[in-house]
T-cell receptor, first 115, second 113 residues
Framework: GAVVSQHPSRVICKSGTSVKIECRSL??????MFWYRQFPKQSLMLMAT?????????EQGVEKDKFLINHASLTLSTLTVTSAHPEDSSFYIC???????????FGEGSRLTVL | GESVGLHLPTLSVQEGDNSIINCAYS??????FIWYKQESGKGPQFIID?????DKRQGQRVTVLLNKTVKHLSLQIAATQPGDSAVYFC????????????FGKGTLLTVNP
């Protein structure tokens, strides 16, 4: 079946640095990718919708300058957490959709720890 | 906005018993619902889905029931096994597709051997 890969799976960084997380669809083209954030023992919260070749659409309350999303190709979307702070520590999960109304596949998540 | 919530945050069952996990949604326009299983440190795994034109759908050992009148759905797991231990989320969306799912809070299912 279709696979969505996230990299890195775990990352630790110092406060004030920026971290990039990649989300790749390995065997299909994903016009749309979604980025979620999940705090411990909580649900997935949609951060933004990433469409290939256009600007991401951010959910209310998500700072677009803080969480930079780039969807430069049909198989890759990146999330960059800029000037990370400890409160940005979370589990970031992406999902990729085949076409605009197709199947949805989730990545395995990337755990960010900001010291 | 839409919210999706769960009645119970934790559920503990004995191996072999049936499990029932509940979920309530608030947006009556929601027309597509999905149950996901999430193991610790991993991404969500699709279990079963149901569209609003149905009230029941069965899979392998799992059944989803949808009650649109009270905006409630449930996931039933038959003969629960230790490998079923995980957090279960319901998700809902509008438009009948996977576009912009809204997730519920999650229920931690623990299966005791």
């Amino acid at each position: 079946g279709a696979v969505v890969s996230q990299h890195p799976s775990r990352v630790i960084c110092k406060s004030g640095t920026s971290v990039k997380i990649e989300c790749r669809s390995l065997d299909f083209q994903a016009t749309t990718m979604f980025w979620y954030r999940q705090f411990p023992k909580q649900s997935l919260m949609l951060m933004a919708t990433s469409n290939e070749g256009s600007k991401a659409t951010y959910e209310q309350g998500v700072e677009k300058d803080k969480f930079l999303i780039n969807h430069a190709s049909l198989t890759l979307s990146t999330l960059t957490v800029t000037s990370a702070h400890p409160e940005d520590s979370s589990f970031y999960i992406c999902s990729a959709m085949t076409g605009h109304t197709g199947e949805l596949f989730f990545g395995e998540g990337s755990r960010l720890t900001v010291l | 906005g839409e919210s999706v919530g769960l009645h119970l945050p934790t559920l503990s069952v004995q191996e072999g018993d049936n499990s029932i996990i509940n979920c309530a949604y608030s947006n009556s326009a929601s027309d597509y619902f999905i149950w996901y299983k999430q193991e610790s440190g991993k991404g969500p795994q699709f279990i079963i889905d149901i569209r609003s034109n149905m009230d029941k759908r069965q899979g392998q050992r799992v059944t989803v029931l949808l009650n649109k009148t009270v905006k409630h759905l449930s996931l039933q797991i038959a003969a629960t096994q230790p490998g079923d231990s995980a957090v279960y989320f319901c998700a809902a969306t509008i438009g009948g597709s996977n576009y912009k799912l809204t997730f519920g809070k999650g229920t931690l299912l623990t299966v005791n051997p």
